[in-house]
Every structure is written in C-alpha cells, then in structure tokens.
C-alpha cells in the first residue's frame, strides 16, 4: 500500500514565523502535491512538483514556497505566516504524470495561525 | 473554464437505503474522473475512477459511480447506506491539457446516514 505521512496532524504558529510542514511517501512516486483545504472552498492547488528540484505553482501559490531536494520528501514553507493561512494542509503523491493516475494522500496537519 | 460541481452540501440518508452523491463536470477533451471519500480529521482515501470503457465503475466499500457523457455527470451510488459511510465525499477531474498537475475538486459532499 502507498503511504504518504504528514511530519505533524497539529500545529499552532504565531503570526510572522517561519512555519515546515514536511511530507515523505515511501513508493517512490514522481509526482507530489501540496493542496489547502477549507470549508466550503473544497481543495485548493499551492504547488506541485514532478521531479526532484522541480515546482510548479498551483492556484494558491502567494505567502507559500516548497522544497524537494528527494524524491521521496516535498516541504511546504510559509515564509511569514498569517492568520488568514490557519487552514488544513493536505500533501499527495502520485506515480508519473499522466491525467488517468489517482493521488494517494497523507492525513493532513491542521495549522492554527494566531 | 474547467470545474467540477457537487450541488448539494450535505445529502441525508437512512441506514439501509440506497444512497447517491451527485456530481456534474465540464472538461475539454475526455473526462477522467475520481471520487475520494474523507473520514473526520483523516486524510482523502480514494475510492473509484472513471477513464474509459463501462460507464458503471465499481469502486471500494461498496460503492460505483455512473458516468454519463450526455448529462455530464459521475454520480456516486452504493444499493444499501451504512452508518460508517457518512463521511465528506469529493468528486475530481484530471484536467485536459496538463499533464503532471494536479486534481480540480469540488467543493464536497457531507453525506449523513442516520440509524
């Protein structure tokens, strides 16, 4: 079974730190995401990435910026939080880029910003 | 634009009786569907995919989805509700043209099912 681990389920920040959420699948899949979650908004792209070194921004990129410097780990970084990013943060992963692959995805971090 | 809409927020069923989330899509070019179901404070597990051939997709813990071209739509359906199914359900799209990115979602489905 594909497993996609989030480094932590809950998280409070104060506004203005630098805040690492981590996100490490074990199959080896070229393709991570990092999506926002938020009721009544559904899931929301921030970036994604199809190779090591490699991003894209999705449709939320602004306040974000990620890492992947191993295949198996893609970092979402918030430069400077704000209370507007408390949100639930939700990485996936999948084998190659094809549209017809499904996301295998971890159990979230729910961020509180204060 | 592309976009996937679930039009209705929350779906009530009883324990025993068939259940259906709805889902309606618009996408250039050939669809290519999921649905995932999302347990309290879990992550999205995924459940079934639409990409070609019978437009009846059987999918995990029971549940199949009707893809229908004409109406633009991939309902969700399982013949008998369980308790343990009420859960937040999302309907995706594979966008055309993008390979490599990611899912557009809708805005989920709450579905209780009460005893």
């Known amino acids: 079974d594909v497993k996609v681990t989030q480094s932590s389920r809950y998280l409070v920040k104060r506004t203005g730190e630098k805040v690492f959420l981590e996100c490490v699948q074990d199959m080896d899949h070229e393709n991570m995401f990092w999506y926002r979650q938020d009721p009544g908004l559904g899931l929301r792209l921030i970036y994604f990435s199809y190779d090591v070194k490699m991003k894209e921004k999705g449709d939320i990129p602004e306040g974000y910026s990620v890492s992947r410097e191993k295949k198996e780990r893609f970092s979402l970084i918030l430069e400077s939080a704000s209370t507007n990013q408390t949100s639930m943060y939700l990485c996936?992963?999948?084998?190659?880029?094809?549209?017809?692959?499904?996301?295998?995805f971890g159990p979230g971090t729910r961020l509180t910003v204060l | 634009a592309q976009s996937v809409a679930q039009p209705e927020d929350q779906v009530n069923v009883a324990e025993g009786n068939p259940l259906t989330v709805k889902c309606t899509y618009s996408v250039s070019g050939n669809p290519y569907l999921f649905w995932y179901v999302q347990y309290p404070n879990r992550g999205l597990q995924f459940l079934l995919k639409y990409i070609t051939g019978d437009n009846l997709v059987k999918g995990s813990y029971g549940f199949e989805a009707e893809f229908n071209k004409s109406q633009t739509s991939f309902h969700l359906k399982k013949p008998s509700a369980l308790v343990s199914d009420s859960a937040l359900y999302f309907c995706?799209?594979?966008?055309?043209?993008?390979?490599?990115?990611?899912?557009?979602f809708g805005k989920g489905t709450t579905l209780s099912v009460s005893s």
């Open positions: 996936a992963s999948s084998q190659t880029g094809g549209r017809t692959d499904t996301q295998y």
């Open positions: 995706a799209v594979s966008p055309h043209n993008q390979a490599g990115t990611a899912l557009i």
